[in-house]
Nanobody, 119 residues
Framework: QVQLEESGGGLVQPGGTLRLSCAASGHSFSINAMGWYRQAPGKERELVASINRGGVRDGDTFYADSVKGRFAISRSRDKNAVYLEMNSLKPEDTAVYYC?????????WGQGTQVTVSS
């Protein structure tokens, strides 16, 4: 099992910045990828950003088109934590953000953290 602990999020004005953190524990040694999904009210959960871990694509990143150029995913040196730096936030970025870790084909989830962008 993998446990994920998230922190960050909150209320920010449009154009502002927030940073989310997610730390993995437990059987984290076999994680293949980590990242962030988000889910806004009435919408499906969407992948926001991810980073590969291990193998020839270690460190490769993915971003949803809607956040390219504004969000940046990074990780700790031991690769057990990921961070999402969110810049130039827009009201449409408002959602619950979920950290995930994929291990042996199974996705593990954090509890979610609310991000609200509003003036």
């Amino acid at each position: 099992q993998v446990q994920l602990e998230e922190s960050g999020g909150g209320l920010v004005q449009p154009g502002g910045t927030l940073r989310l953190s997610c730390a993995a524990s437990g059987h984290s040694f076999s994680i293949n990828a980590m990242g962030w999904y988000r889910q806004a009210p009435g919408k499906e959960r969407e992948l926001v950003a991810s980073i590969n871990r291990g193998g020839v694509r270690d460190g490769d990143t993915f971003y949803a088109d809607s956040v390219k150029g504004r969000f940046a995913i990074s990780r700790s040196r031991d690769k057990n934590a990921v961070y999402l730096e969110m810049n130039s936030l827009k009201p449409e970025d408002t959602a619950v953000y979920y950290c995930y870790a994929r291990r042996l084909g199974i996705d593990h989830w954090g509890q979610g953290t609310q991000v609200t962008v509003s003036s």
